[in-house]
């Protein structure tokens, strides 16, 4: 059985940085295409970072390019985000994902998600 957890989501100033993790089990990271999603309210699911075995390196929204990292932990089986530069507009529920495919960044490709956790960033 697959479950993804994560962890590390709460509140911040704006400008300020946080770090989610998400530890996975039933599932080895490095195999298929591994990401972390954010839905805002009212707003769609959208694509934050992600890594595929095709691609190898992280990809990023335009939106956190350069704010954030994405990393995977092997070893632990844990994929982290580092988000730094925080702003009003990051608010949102980050959720974690995995997938069966080799390369993917739209959330319908992603089968396995982890629960979500909340970032509030303050202005």
């Known amino acids: 059985q697959v479950k993804l957890v994560e962890s590390g989501g709460g509140l911040v100033q704006g400008g300020g940085s946080l770090t989610l993790s998400c530890a996975v089990s039933g599932y080895t990271v490095s195999a298929y295409t591994v990401g972390w999603f954010r839905q805002a309210p009212g707003k769609e699911r959208e694509f934050v970072a992600g890594?595929?075995?095709?691609?190898?390196?992280?990809d990023y929204a335009n939106s956190v390019k350069g704010r954030f990292t994405f990393s995977v932990d092997t070893a632990k089986n844990t994929l982290h985000l580092e988000m730094n530069s925080l702003n009003p507009e990051d608010t949102a529920v980050y959720y974690c994902a995995a997938s069966t495919l080799a390369y993917g960044s739209s959330s319908d490709q992603f089968y396995y998600w982890g629960q979500g956790t909340q970032v509030t960033v303050s202005s």
């Open positions: 890594i595929s075995r095709i691609i190898g390196t992280p």
